[in-house]
């Protein structure tokens, strides 16, 4: 009986333990990832551009009050970057979280960006899901352009953004033919990384989130889901395919659960010249 209650008692220490290693993964200090490109159409006389990636804000207690998304935001501006790309799921309506935000409070933070060229984002499924016509109320507020299935110019690049594949609002040969009007060179935003089948190879560069690389990733076994129909093949990082190449963070916040294992929060930091 002794050895059955030690055992026990060792068994809920480690699940204690575990429990805050996930808790304080998730709560850290997203990690900046930094990508290099030399881009072969980028024009001559244009200067190299600083891109910061973000997404997956899901702001929500206890583990991404509106009070973390500033300190995320602080950390952005010391990068220094030209402009701010965000894919989407700012908010979120999770059954498990301590406090839920609206869009306004939630979004709010992000008024504090300050890249040179602005800040553009998508929506994502949770934006759909809790209120979109808040969310870009919100976001309106906060001086960031939404685009859905459009495309803008901002310098040299011509951004596409894509709405939300997973809530059925994608349109991307919408969004592609918007790309081809600007001209300039073409990148995507998208919140989930399971449109790159469908981008043509004249869009060499795809940015999303999403998938949070796995949220929590088992030991032998791996992800517990990706969230994308292509299981492993998007889950995290850099993917080349068809002669593009795509991006996809782990995102700021978490989904259901205050966790994360294996897959901590990043952004990433893509520098963008000529050849």
């Known amino acids: 009986m002794r050895i059955f209650l030690r055992v026990c008692a060792w068994l809920m220490l480690a699940a204690g333990l575990l429990t805050a290693f996930m808790y304080r993964e998730a709560t850290a200090d997203p990690i900046v990832r930094r990508l290099n490109l030399a881009v072969p159409l980028w024009p001559s006389d244009a200067a190299p551009l600083r891109i910061v990636l973000m997404s997956d804000l899901h702001v929500a207690g206890p583990e991404t009050p509106p009070e973390r998304l500033a300190r995320v935001v602080a950390q952005v501006n010391a990068l220094r970057p030209d402009l701010v790309l965000i894919a989407g799921d ?38 759909h899901w809790l209120d ?92 517990i889901t990706t969230a994308s129909r292509f299981g492993l093949r998007y889950r995290c990082g850099l993917v080349r395919e068809d002669g593009k190449l795509l991006v996809v963070t782990a995102g700021i916040g978490e989904s259901i659960l205050p966790f994360r294992l294996g897959a901590p929060p990043d952004l990433w930091v893509i520098e963008m010249r000529g050849r």
């Not at 498990?96 to 994502?124: H, K, Q, W």
């Not at 960031?144 to 894509?162: H, M």
Request: aromatic residues 4%; positive net charge; proline residues 8%.
């Open 90 to 127: 700012f908010v979120t309506e999770k059954r498990t979280a301590t406090t839920l935000y609206g869009a306004d409070a939630a979004i709010a933070p992000l008024a504090g960006l300050r890249p040179r060229l602005g800040t553009v984002a998508v929506m994502g499924n949770h934006d």
């Open 132 to 223: 979109s016509r808040a969310v870009h109320a919100a976001l309106a507020k906060a001086r960031i352009s939404v685009l859905d299935n459009r495309a803008i110019r901002v310098g040299p690049l011509a951004i596409g953004g894509v709405d939300d594949a997973y809530t059925h609002h994608a349109d991307v040969p919408r969004t592609v033919a918007a790309l081809k009007r600007l001209g300039g060179v073409p990148i995507m935003l998208s919140h989930g990384p399971d449109i790159m089948p469908e981008v043509p190879a004249s869009v060499p560069l795809v940015l999303a989130g999403h998938t949070h690389c796995g949220q929590i990733m088992l030991p032998l076994w791996g992800p």
